[in-house]
């Protein structure tokens, strides 16, 4: 709609800001695109029973849950589909496919070669394995310092993600849409939760560089950055369709749990009823 301002239902004081309550960046955009294009009515009417479930005051402790949950965490204003897009783009070890035997071959050498030393047989073996790792580092330096810049900005959505949805996996609902929003977080047997989580692992673990002195160690003996981008992509290939999927169902939530907030506390609104009659 272009007049959205001037009808209130955006910016300062608007219907919006009255409705909306969490504050992830993804439920923050579905809310503002149902109210800038209106649904079919069978749409409206599987969201309006949705948010009715929601309101009943036995669903009170669980709702206020699930909006409180992702204010625990930072949420920058970075874009979680962008970051998404841009790991589809990347694939070091497809483009490098002998980096890939050098990440799990190189540090037993160098670790073997280390420990030869010690116990009296020529350093010039181990120094030489150290000094092929400071190497490569050096080579792929911009695209380790792109993993991590790009991975560490979403590292706190990913752990909120994963307790969100954590919170609507285990719940169950009577109202269709909301059961198969909860549903279709599996596939399979493994919750979309699960697949955030591991990411969220390993993002940790990849910040482990921001210590100069661990990270000097680490990627000279260890490789560390090219360990952990390995795991990225090994995440991406496994799971990246399936949280994409995921974080949809949940930005098609967090608007409902807005809506159904709003609702209970204004129990005396009245509820709009859909007609065919003009």
């Known amino acids: ?23 992830t960046s993804i439920g923050k955009l579905r809310l503002a695109q149902w109210f800038r294009q209106a649904a079919p009515t069978p749409e409206v ?22 909006i409180v949950k992702p204010m625990h965490y930072k949420h920058t204003e970075a874009n979680t589909q962008e970051f998404f897009d841009w790991l589809r783009e990347q694939d070091l070890y497809k483009a490098h496919p002998w980096l890939k035997l050098l990440v799990f071959v190189l540090p037993v050498l160098t670790l073997a070669a ?5 116990y009296g047989y020529s350093g010039y073996i181990a120094v030489g394995f150290l000094a092929i ?44 849409l909301l059961e198969e929003i909860r549903t279709r977080l599996f596939k399979g047997n493994t919750p979309t939760s699960n697949a955030i989580g591991k990411v969220a692992t390993i993002i940790d673990y990849f910040s482990w560089r921001l210590s100069t002195l661990m990270s000097f160690f680490l990627n000279t003996i260890l ?19 399936q949280v994409e999927n995921g974080l949809d169902l949940l930005a098609e939530f967090e608007p409902l749990g807005s809506m159904a907030g709003y609702q209970y506390a204004q129990p005396h609104y009245a509820i709009p009823e859909l007609s065919a009659i003009p």
């Open 1 to 23: 709609l272009p007049y959205t301002s001037d009808l209130d239902i955006s910016g300062p004081d608007s219907l919006f800001q009255l409705m909306y309550r969490s504050v």
């Open 45 to 66: 009417l599987r969201r309006q029973e949705a948010v009715a479930e929601l309101a009943q005051p036995d669903q009170q402790e669980w709702l206020q849950q699930a």
């Open 114 to 118: 280390i420990a030869a030393w010690f």
């Open 133 to 176: 790792q400071y190497l490569l580092g050096l080579k792929f330096q911009k695209q380790r310092d792109d993993y991590y810049d790009k991975s560490i900005g979403m590292y706190e959505a990913m752990q909120s993600y994963t307790d969100q949805l954590q919170h609507l996996e285990a719940h169950s609902f009577k109202a269709p």
């Open 223 to 241: 490789m560390w950055d090219f360990v952990w981008i390995y795991r990225i992509e090994s995440w991406k290939a496994e799971h990246l369709d």
